[in-house]
């Protein structure tokens, strides 16, 4: 049990990776605590004082923020759930049960990790404007639950849970969705934490199809209404307002993997399968 | 499990699959109908069968394009995979260390593409980045990360290397809480090395999560864009277009919605063959061992 | 909490039939970005600074003095077409958007935008007061497609300073050449005496500068780059003069090769290089350089029109309009139209303050508009800014193609005539897929 256990060398290359990806979100952090005109042309600006919060007072100060960041808490929240109870159960079909075309089944759903989203886009498009649902939540999480990511990592997971345990309950005489339930749906704990941050990641940052489906601007997420809110070459002239945009729209997942991560890495300390 | 084959099970699946045949598979047959149309983003059109595929066929654009895909594909996903990997095994422990150290490599991934690109610009620029200064500071000729044509896709690389590291390590951390503790105290009993623990149980253990990494990084970085559109415009001279950066310019920058999908069809096609391909040559690999 | 509930009521009045107001609503979509926290509820246009601040008065302004309409707004990423087209495919437009002048070509064509003559007639605008530019930007087969609003293209940033140290400074004026010869031998004094390249470019990620360069000259030269509108003629004698000229200025390493816009901008404002070429948008940026004591630009700044290097003094611009969708509307929403169109362009003025050309001759000619810093050295991009024929569709694919292919040919990384050949085959078969 000394797997944990790094040689010098070995902490001494993970502590230089962890200034490769720390130092430049350090540096946007810094950046966001700048007076714009003060970066134009001198971004090295960033490395001492004055320090202000303005870019973020300036976030703030645009009252749409607010309906925005409510906007996309309750997408990605709301993806986030769907896609754990839509992948939770098809994968214990996939993983567990026997039923027709379940290999079928199964391969199509493989097929959608080789769409590429910009492939899909245009014709989803028109399909959700027949449906009348651009411009609505149901139009922002819909798409976000199909994600075949999800049945693949999740039954991949449950393939890895030993049989015996549900041959076991099958035993004792319970109902195969009171072995789901019961038995393997909290063994997929670090699973289904995984799932979600990553669910949630994605919905987030997501950019393309909230941007051609939620048109009105009290439909926007915060990444298109982030985008829209920004001045024409904000890289040069706004450089620190878009540093504070993203260290604001990043603060949210962050706080959600900081909620999961103890799920993800029950650790070794005992309460992991079995 | 008792040759229990009932229709059951589909009730597990149909939410899922409903959904997913609306949502994807609909406009993934849709797509393949416009392909075979000479059809602008407005609808009007007309069918002109193979016509967008054999143009896609002679256009060299588009050539270039998958070739760049699959280069910058093959340069990330190796790295990526053993990296996370190393790094998942280096933190799978409870100390506030490695929560600490997990945190870190997780945070790239919290931010969009927009920060990643202006990030990673302002580290790759020779006139003004990081990298560039480093350069200076040795006595060097900084290198040209975004204009010269063999340095921009590893530059695409080391960006998309860097943002991307936190799914897989996640994915491996939590394939590794999978291994049953039991293992491992049965290896120390008898005095097997770490290397060996290491290859004869963690391997093996995390076998389906290593493909499953791996087909989804090949599967994800085949359609790698905004790094690519943000970064360099897929430039200098296409030397960094990639496929879904040729379909997004196709799709909404000329309005070619027919020729778009056909070049969609093709990408589909494409990364599916690969991921196909890994999941079987995989596959066979599991029912060898899976004999539990 | 003031600004926050008309904004909330203005989404309310949207999102239902039932409007519990009797204004009339017109629903305006438009870039430059939000800038509620500064103007939210501003109504002093002579106040306000930047596209953005100036346009978030100037709306605000206008429903001050309009209580019976109601302007909503839409703020939309840049350039926002990717929305539009969402929203015309879905068959939601909005009733007024901005739209640069290249790209309506592609919405007029399909009928998606409503020419606007009856709204300028109706507004009293006639089509006369427009400059030149503007005038041709907005206009296809004799009938106008929007409001124009400015015009925009490049320009010569120059550093004085810098020019002076060279010995390129006459009366007070920085000394631009007469033709390419005149170009390459002051570039090269220039370095000689600085020891800094003589043009800053952005090569990198911004096809759109090496498409102005060819552009420009090959128009300069009289070269009909469009003989129709579904043909391109790229590899012409004056089409490889132009690529040869810039190829030549990056093999003698009179410019800079490796930079993109932000990297070029800082470039300039850190007094790196002598001239800049980039839009009438960076102005203001530069001018507030200028004015700080202490920055390498300070009191070293001055800005005009490309030279004049072959022929005639013409230069490939472009401009903002305000466009009107088709769509169904009510004849009170079509006089709040053309309400918003005179009001708009009684304040041009205003808006040429973002360093933009003004869209009206009578503004161009005003004491207040060449009152203004460096306004009389580039007021003639009015007069010789050309679009490009407005009746050639896919205009901003177009330049992306061109000045792909002529980055590469200036850089070094393909043949001038063999970037031209492809440019003009790769212009040619998109074009011909227009339906």
């Known amino acids: 049990m000394d797997r944990g256990r790094l040689t010098p060398v070995g902490w001494a290359a993970l502590l230089l990776g962890a200034l490769i990806m720390v130092a430049p979100i350090v540096w946007t952090l810094l950046l966001s605590l700048k007076h714009n005109g003060e970066l134009v042309g001198h971004s090295g600006a960033a490395l001492h004082g004055p320090y202000t919060l303005e870019n973020y007072a300036a976030i703030f100060g645009n009252s749409s923020t607010l309906r925005w960041l409510l906007n996309s808490a309750i997408v990605a929240l709301g993806t986030t759930a769907g896609v754990l109870v839509l992948a939770s159960l098809a994968s214990y079909g996939f993983a567990r049960l026997e039923f027709p075309l379940r290999r079928t089944l199964f391969v199509i759903v493989l097929l959608g990790l080789a769409v590429p989203s910009q492939a899909v886009i245009l014709p989803q498009h028109q399909l959700f404007a027949w449906l009348h649902l651009h411009n609505s939540y149901p139009g922002l999480i819909l798409p976000g639950l199909i994600a075949p990511f999800s049945v693949f990592f999740m039954t991949t997971y449950m393939r890895g849970i030993p049989r015996e345990l549900d041959e076991a309950a099958m035993l004792d005489g319970a109902s195969r969705f009171t072995v789901f339930w019961k038995v393997i749906l909290p063994l997929t704990a670090p699973a289904q934490s995984t799932l979600a941050v990553f669910t949630f990641l994605g919905s987030w940052n ?21 985008a829209a809110a920004q001045m024409n070459y904000a890289q040069t002239s706004g450089l620190g307002y878009l540093m504070a945009q993203a260290v604001f729209a990043s603060l949210p997942i962050f706080v959600v993997y900081i909620a999961f991560q103890k799920q993800i890495v029950r650790a070794m300390a005992g309460t992991a399968v079995r | 499990m008792n040759g229990a084959r009932d229709w059951r099970g589909l009730l597990f699946v149909a939410p899922f699959m409903l959904l997913y045949a609306l949502i994807l598979v609909f406009p993934l047959f849709r797509g393949l109908w416009l392909s075979l149309n000479r059809v602008d983003l407005f609808g009007d059109g007309r069918f002109v069968g193979a016509a967008n595929y054999v143009r896609l066929a002679n256009d060299p654009i588009f050539s270039t394009a998958l070739l760049n895909t699959f280069k910058v594909t093959l340069m990330i996903v190796p790295v990526l995979t053993v990296l996370a990997l190393l790094l998942a095994l280096a933190l799978n422990n409870a100390g506030r260390g490695a929560a600490l150290l997990r945190g870190i490599f997780f945070s790239s991934a919290v931010l969009s593409v927009t920060i990643v690109t202006l990030i990673w610009r302002f580290v790759l620029a020779p006139d003004a980045g990081l990298l560039g200064e480093a350069w200076k500071a040795a006595g060097w000729q900084p290198l040209a990360f975004l204009s010269d044509p063999h340095l921009v896709l590893p530059a695409l690389a080391i960006t998309t290397i860097w943002w991307s590291l936190g799914l897989p390590m996640l994915l491996f951390l939590a394939g590794l809480q999978q291994i049953p503790h039991d293992m491992y105290e049965a290896a120390a009993l008898d005095n097997a090395s770490r290397w060996t623990t290491f290859r004869r149980i963690t391997v093996p253990a995390l076998r389906r999560t290593i493909v499953l990494v791996v087909m989804l990084q090949t599967a994800a970085q085949l359609q790698l864009f905004g790094q690519s559109q943000l970064l360099t415009a897929g430039g200098p001279s296409g030397a960094s277009r990639t496929a879904v950066l040729f379909l997004f310019e196709t799709a909404f920058g000329r309005w070619e919605l027919g020729y778009a999908s056909a070049a969609a069809e093709m990408l589909f096609l494409l990364i599916l063959a690969v991921t196909l391909a890994q999941y079987w040559a995989t596959g066979r690999g599991r029912e060898a061992s899976g004999a539990r | 909490m003031r600004r926050l509930l008309p904004l909330l009521l203005a989404a309310l009045a949207l999102g239902s039939c039932a409007r519990g107001d009797d204004r009339t609503h017109i629903y305006l979509q438009r870039f430059f970005g939000e800038c509620g926290a500064e103007y939210g509820g501003s109504t002093d246009v002579a106040k306000a600074e930047g596209e953005c601040g100036i346009m978030t008065a100037l709306i605000n302004r206008f429903n001050a003095e309009n209580p019976d309409l109601s302007v909503d707004v839409n703020v939309v990423a840049w350039p926002g077409y990717p929305q539009l087209t969402a929203q015309m495919a879905a068959r939601d437009p909005p009733d007024l958007v901005t739209m640069h002048e290249g790209v309506i070509s592609d919405y007029a064509a399909k009928g998606l935008l409503e020419p606007v003559d009856a709204y300028l007639a109706q507004a009293g605008i006639s089509i006369a007061r427009f400059t030149e530019a503007s005038r041709q930007g907005v206009t296809i087969g004799g009938r106008a497609y929007g409001l124009p609003w400015d015009t925009h293209g490049g320009l010569f940033h120059v550093n004085t300073a810098l020019f002076a140290k060279a010995g390129l400074m006459k009366g007070g004026k920085p000394v631009l050449p007469n033709s390419a010869e005149e170009l390459i031998a002051q570039a090269r004094q220039f370095q000689q005496r600085t020891g800094k390249p003589y043009l800053l470019q952005s090569n990198v990620g911004d096809p759109a500068y090496a498409a102005r360069n060819q552009y420009s000259y090959m128009m300069a030269q009289g070269a009909a780059l469009f003989p129709d509108a579904r043909h391109i003629r790229l590899d012409t004698a004056e089409g490889r003069r132009v690529g040869a000229f810039f190829r030549r200025i990056n093999a003698e390493r009179l410019g800079t090769l490796n930079m993109d816009t932000p990297a070029a901008i800082a470039a300039f404002v850190n007094g790196e290089g002598g001239i800049y070429p980039t839009g009438t948008w960076m102005i203001g940026s530069f001018q507030k350089e200028a004015e700080t004591p202490g920055r390498p630009l300070y009191a070293s700044y001055a ?70 810093p460096h306004r009389a050295d580039i007021a003639p991009l009015a007069a010789i800014g050309r679009p490009l024929p407005t009746n050639v569709q896919r205009q901003s694919a177009i330049e992306g193609i061109v000045g792909e292919e002529m980055a590469a040919a200036s850089t070094g990384q393909k043949p001038v005539a063999a970037a031209l050949a492809s440019a003009e085959r790769r212009v040619n078969e998109l074009l011909s897929q227009v339906n």
Do not use: C, K
């Open chain 3, 303 to 372: 800005v005009f029109p490309y030279p004049r290097l072959w022929g005639r003094p013409l230069e490939f611009v472009s401009g903002h309009a305000w466009v009107v969708p088709a769509r169904q509307r009510s004849p009170r929403q079509r006089a709040a139209i053309a309400r918003f169109f005179r009001f708009m362009a009684a304040h041009n003025f205003d808006w040429a303050r973002t360093g933009h050309i003004p869209a009206f001759q009578a503004v161009l000619e005003s004491a207040a508009f060449r009152a203004l």
């Open chain 1, 206 to 226: 997501d950019y393309w199809w909230p941007l051609i489906s939620a048109t009105h601007s009290d439909m926007y997420t915060l990444t298109v209404g982030l």
